[in-house]
């Protein structure tokens, strides 16, 4: 069959998807968009629509399925949510006087960068869309940054500029702002094909913008930049919404640059594994720092606190200025409960200012808007009273409360406008002389209405005669059937039938209809234009506006920082600025897990690092507290930094470029990468990239692998540590073969989290950070607390005598034997499948390997034939087990049961 001519619409239809292949195009059909072909058998899936087919009985049938138009911005919201972009096509001309076809455009590109409305209720998310670009290092220049990135949040206005040094801080960067979209450079030598790939993988939409058009707004927006690779950033990020969102976007502010040296970075890794900005086991922000810090009231203030959180400041000045602030708020319960309760009536006032710019700004939203101002004089007039702490006075001064727009809304706008602004009842009777002569015409007529009734009732005798409206037949009389027969011929005309009456109209009542009709148009059409005109005031105060949401979002986050300081009894710490590197922190807490345990329940710890120590070894049994320990240490220097007080009784700190986290049991099967390896990968960040102004947490580094493997790695990184980096390391460890190490390098110290073992042989941990290295690891009372078989914590046991009376795990021997045991002295003694498996330079592994001969054993398939030979069949069993097993996959239980069970292979023989 000949395939048939497609239709115009459907021609007109692609000319608009081939110009949009990526998103899901909505082409809106009178009361409907439509989606069609591909898009409609996708869409249709997943927004659970009804597929349907346009000329369902034609030879080939296009698949369709609808969306009525009052309920498609919750579509939109799944489909943008879910990571696709969404065209709108409109008709831009009336179907009804339209010739021929009805012109339709895309009218906006909703994209999940650029979606406006938040799905998390509060408001306190940013939705950043940011744009990267590569400079011009490629061609040559070593010391340039080798990209430019630009950020937006496109409902607040916010425009951000950096440079970037490489691939992983772009990355970084991006995961940072919690950026879901990119928009990077068509072609040309802007163009990043690799980090296009790196940004994909991460699963960030990425979209590519064409050519930017120089425009006035660009040249403004851009006017305080400098390099040019930033103004190329920013054109390319401005160029792409100007393309997107087809409208005005006045609310976009001037962009402002910054380094992000400039702040205390951490990567990724380390924002999941300290719980930041969401619990890094739930993904929920309950149970993360964010969450306990957040006391904020505003919407503007929450999205600021997060912004300090994840970006904590280094320079000294600006942290003292909101320490400051903070101290002051804490001392004046009075000033801070007042600024707060007045807080809580300003809505958000950023995406307010937006919505104006936008023009989707409603009545109702301008009523939020003038709650929000009258908020401010209270605010400032308990800032500014006579015995408030002077920052918060200056703070109170500053504040400019726009009285104008506030009042102009005030006399403006009803109360409680509906929702739509065509249909009338937004302005306030008084504010204009046109709209009271409409309503006191209408007034006049309701009063006509009323009488004609009356008269009416009277003239027929028929007193449940009624005069009625209703939006299809306008106004009528209305007479129930039992009455009819009471009303003389002819007196009225017949309007509607219905069951039980009739309904009729007269000369008379069809003129005061037109009369009453005429008047509501005119008051529509008039209050609308007095709506636009307020509409226009606010939008030309649109910076004002976002001067004071500045304001406010910063008193916010100083009362919340305040009210947190107070409510959890945290300190103002003190910086050092002699350069020496010390840190104190007496009394220490990890907020989170204190706040978790509830009163009491949580042991403060004291870390103590002296001008020397740059390495701190801390052992004990599993779950003493140790990785609680490392990590409390890096949150207060995160709070501290960010201009919070601190969960401790006293800190003194020095003042942190970076922080590296090397914690937990991640893996990376998606990326196809073992524990071990991701393990190695973030230890390699931080040996990268760390200086001796950093921070770095190592949790049980090296456990992924062979024990002799990992001992010797943990033990070459904090050699490698002590001789090049100096940064501030702590390192929680199980092998105490290490804590030797202090004995020969004064920068490391020892110390260990304390445990008991009771009459009974349990185990009680005591949470207490002290002095010195562990005496054991107490695996095996663990294992006993989680439950596991009384016979196989005996064996174990056993296991462990044996492995002790061998010299395995005798601690002060051990120590011996790492310091000072030379690899050449024991060479001779290794076998040589040992010598291959753990390098000569690493003494650990060596010394170790002669006197255990398990590990002998674990060798043995790589032994001379004639050494072979020697080996029994049950031992050969057990030697097979052995090498089936995959250690990266091995957990401490599973390797306690394979021990259990390589003895039980052996007694067999016996
Ligand atoms: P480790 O790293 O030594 O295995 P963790 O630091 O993970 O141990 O701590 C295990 C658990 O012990 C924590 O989840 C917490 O419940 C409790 N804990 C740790 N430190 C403390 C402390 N200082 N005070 C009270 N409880 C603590």
């Known amino acids: 069959m000949a395939t048939k001519e497609p239709t115009p619409m459907m021609v007109q239809y692609h000319q608009i998807k081939d110009q949009y292949p990526d998103a899901f195009v909505f082409y809106r059909m009178g009361d409907f968009y439509e989606l069609f072909e591909d898009d409609a058998i996708k869409g249709a899936k997943i927004l659970e629509l009804t597929l349907t087919a346009r000329n369902k009985n034609s030879a080939e049938p296009i698949p369709m399925a609808g969306i009525p138009h009052h309920a498609v911005s919750a579509y939109i919201d799944i489909l943008v949510d879910a990571g696709y972009k969404v065209a709108i096509v409109e008709q831009m001309e009336d179907p009804a006087t339209a010739k021929g076809m009805v012109k339709r455009d895309v009218v906006q590109l909703i994209t999940p960068g650029t979606k406006l409305s938040s799905k998390n209720g509060d408001g306190k998310d940013n939705n950043f869309l940011a744009a990267v670009v590569a400079t011009g290092s490629r061609l040559g220049d070593a010391d340039q940054a080798a990209f430019a990135l630009a950020y937006i949040d496109l409902s607040t206005g916010e425009l951000k500029a950096t440079e970037l040094m490489d691939e992983s801080a772009v990355l970084d960067e991006l995961g940072a702002l919690e950026v879901k979209e990119v928009v990077l450079a068509k072609e040309g030598d802007f163009s990043t094909p690799a980090l296009a790939a790196a940004i994909g993988e991460k699963g960030l939409v990425v979209s590519y913008q064409g050519p930017v058009q120089p425009s006035a707004t660009i040249t403004y927006l851009t006017k305080d930049l400098k390099k040019p690779a930033k103004q190329t950033v920013t054109g390319l990020l401005l160029q792409y919404l100007f393309d997107t969102q087809k409208r005005s976007l006045d609310h976009i502010m001037p962009v402002q640059t910054y380094e992000r040296q400039a702040y205390l970075v951490f990567n990724q890794v380390t924002r999941v594994n300290l719980d930041l900005v969401e619990n890094a086991r739930t993904k929920q922000k309950a149970g993360s720092l964010f969450a306990l810090l957040d006391q904020t009231k505003t919407a503007m203030g929450g999205r600021l606190l997060k912004q300090w959180l994840i970006k904590p400041l280094k320079d000294l000045q600006k942290i003292q200025a ?47 808007l003038k709650r929000s101002l009258q908020a401010v004089p209270d605010m400032q007039a308990a800032l500014q009273a006579e015995h408030v702490n002077p920052i918060l006075q200056a703070a109170g001064a500053e504040i400019d409360p726009l009285f104008d727009l506030a009042s102009l809304i005030e006399q403006a706008i009803v109360p409680e406008p509906p929702i739509s602004v065509r249909d009338g009842d937004l302005i306030q009777p008084g504010y204009d002389d046109l709209v009271d002569s409409y309503n006191q015409a209408l007034a006049d007529n309701q009063d006509w209405l009323a009488a004609y009734q009356k008269q009416e009732q009277e003239a027929t005798g028929i007193s449940t005669l009624k005069v009625k409206y209703n939006k299809n037949f306008g106004y009528f009389i209305e007479v129930t059937k039992v009455n009819l027969d009471k009303l003389e011929e002819g007196r009225y005309h017949r309007k509607q039938t219905l069951t039980n009456a009739e309904r009729f109209t007269t000369p008379e009542l069809k003129e005061h209809e037109d009369l009453i009709f005429a008047a509501q148009t005119k008051r529509f059409d008039r209050e609308y234009d007095l709506f636009l005109a307020i509409r226009a005031r606010v939008k030309e105060e649109i910076s004002r506006l976002q001067t004071l949401a500045q304001k406010v979002a910063r008193l916010d986050v100083l009362a919340a920082l305040a009210d947190v300081a107070e409510n959890r009894h945290f300190t103002k710490p003190e910086f050092k600025t002699d350069g020496d590197r010390a840190l104190t922190i007496k009394q220490g807490r990890h907020p989170v897990i204190e706040s978790l345990l509830g009163p009491g329940e949580y042991v403060a710890n004291d ?72 393990e190695m990968a973030e230890a390699n960040s931080a040996l990268q990239g760390a200086t001796s102004q950093s921070l770095i947490l190592f949790d049980e580094l090296g456990r992924g692998t062979a024990t002799y493997d990992g001992m010797a790695l943990a033990q070459a990184i904090i050699e490698y540590l002590d001789q090049n980096l100096h940064a501030t390391t702590i390192f929680a460890t199980h092998y105490h073969e290490l804590t030797a190490l202090a004995a020969s390098h004064p920068a490391i110290q020892n110390v260990h989290v304390g445990a008991q073992l009771t009459d009974d042989g349990a185990l009680h941990f005591l949470h207490q950070v002290q002095p010195g290295a562990a005496d054991r690891s107490y695996g095996i009372q663990v294992a006993a607390l989680a439950g596991l078989p009384k016979s196989l914590l005996t064996n174990a046991e056993a296991i462990l005598r044996a492995l002790e009376t061998q010299g395995v795990g005798q601690v002060e021997g051990v120590e011996e034997t790492v310091v000072k045991r030379s690899s050449a002295a024991v060479k001779d003694t290794v076998s040589p499948a040992m010598r291959n498996a753990s390098t000569e330079a690493t003494p650990i592994g060596d010394s170790l390997a002669q006197d255990i001969p398990l590990f002998e054993i674990a060798s043995a398939q790589e032994l001379p034939a004639a050494e072979m030979e020697l080996i029994n069949p049950a031992d050969q069993k057990a030697l097979d087990e052995l090498d089936r097993v995959n250690l990266n996959q091995l957990t401490p239980l599973a390797a306690l049961n394979l021990i259990a069970k390589l003895q039980e292979m052996r007694q067999e023989n016996d």
């Not at 009075?334 to 006032?349: P, S």
């Not at 507290?625 to 800190?651: N, W």
């Open 322 to 368: 909101r320490q400051e602030a903070v101290a002051a708020f804490k001392d004046d319960f009075f000033t801070r409960g007042t600024v707060q309760d007045q807080l809580k009536y300003v809505y958000d006032l950023e995406r307010l200012a937006a919505k104006a710019a936008l023009g989707t700004i409603n009545a109702r939203d301008l009523v939020q």
């Open 607 to 678: 870390v103590f690092f002296d001008e020397k120590t740059k390495i701190q070894l801390v052992t004990g049994p599993n779950m003493a507290g140790k990785s609680t320990y490392m990590r409390q240490v890096a949150l207060i220097v995160v709070l501290a930094q960010m201009g919070s007080f601190v969960p401790a009784d006293e800190a003194t700190l020095p003042i942190f470029d970076q922080i590296f986290t090397r914690i937990g049991a991640n893996d990376d099967l998606v990326n196809g990468r073992s524990t071990f390896m991701v």
